[in-house]
């Protein structure tokens, strides 16, 4: 039985948000073997960041805000997969949505989502569905999940109420697209959690180890997060066996990484 939560980033429980998520995790369903459940981030305590970087430097348990972020981290952890739903609001996903991953920043610079799946719905009224999607992508792909990749819902004659239906090709685009997005989804939480990384990937996690490693002080929190995973000397996240080209290529992206990074001392000096 894999397990599945939803976070949903419209306030409106018959929205078209909702909607399309409970949906999603339906045709889920109908492969029989998941368990879900719905989060709507506006009945959750959510501060906004404040920006003073505390989670980056010293760690998360020095964030000063005081709220729901670890028990809304504690759902993801506890999942197999995890879906992401958003309107857009001006070109961008909902407040709601932006302030949860702003408190999950630190995660950004400490991944740990790998080998859960992932993908997300984006509901557009007019524009922008498109580049939300893909900013969602990011997202996921930032926070260590296998992504794939997201659905964005056109919903032009938006219904103030759920007894006024969406328009019927907008119902049906709505329904082939979940129904694609559904069968991918439950294709990648039945596949091995733990894929070969990318080119892109490797590329990603080489540069990142190496800098973190020669640029930032051992009491730095992300330093010491990658050194206590083993990451400045593993192949990658996760234990996985690369190919010869992959092999080499990881080598060059460590010296060009190695080449590029600057001395601990600039940092120091608060640049
Ligand atoms: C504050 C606000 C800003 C919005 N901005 C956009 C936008 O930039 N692009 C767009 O296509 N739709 C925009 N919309 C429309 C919503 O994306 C659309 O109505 C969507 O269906 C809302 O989802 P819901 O039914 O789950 O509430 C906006 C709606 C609101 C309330």
Request: charged residues 30%; glycine residues 8%.
């Amino acid at each position: 039985m894999k397990s599945v939560t939803a976070f949903v980033g419209s306030a409106r429980r018959h929205g078209v948000t909702h909607r399309a998520t409970l949906q999603l995790l339906d045709d889920l369903q109908s492969f029989g073997d998941v368990r879900s459940e719905v989060v709507f981030l506006s009945e959750y305590d959510i501060g906004l960041c404040s920006g003073c970087k505390a989670c980056f430097i010293r760690g998360e348990e020095f964030c000063p805000l005081h709220d729901d972020r670890d028990l809304l981290i504690e759902k993801i952890a506890r999942s197999d997969g995890v879906v992401l739903a958003s309107p857009v609001y001006s070109f961008q996903v909902s407040a709601h949505m932006k302030a949860f991953l702003d408190r999950l920043g630190f995660a950004f610079h400490r991944p740990r989502f790998h080998g859960k799946a992932y993908t997300s719905i984006v509901v557009e009224g007019l524009y922008g569905g498109r580049g939300v999607v893909k900013y969602l992508g990011l997202v996921g792909r930032g926070l260590g999940f296998n992504v794939v990749k997201g659905s964005r819902i056109v919903c032009r004659k938006n219904p103030d109420t759920a007894h006024e239906p969406m328009l019927d090709e907008e119902r049906r685009k709505m329904d082939e697209a979940l129904a694609r997005q559904s069968r991918r989804f439950h294709e990648q939480l039945a596949s091995p959690p733990y894929p070969e990384p990318t080119m892109l990937q490797l590329f990603g996690f080489r540069m990142a180890r190496t800098s973190i490693e020669l640029e930032l002080a051992d009491d730095r929190r992300d330093h010491a997060y990658y050194r206590d995973h083993g990451w400045f000397d593993s192949d990658y996240y996760y234990p996985t066996r690369l190919g010869p080209l992959k092999r080499a290529a990881g080598a060059a992206f460590d010296w060009m990484a190695a080449r590029s990074s600057k001395p601990r001392e600039y940092h120091r000096a608060g640049r």
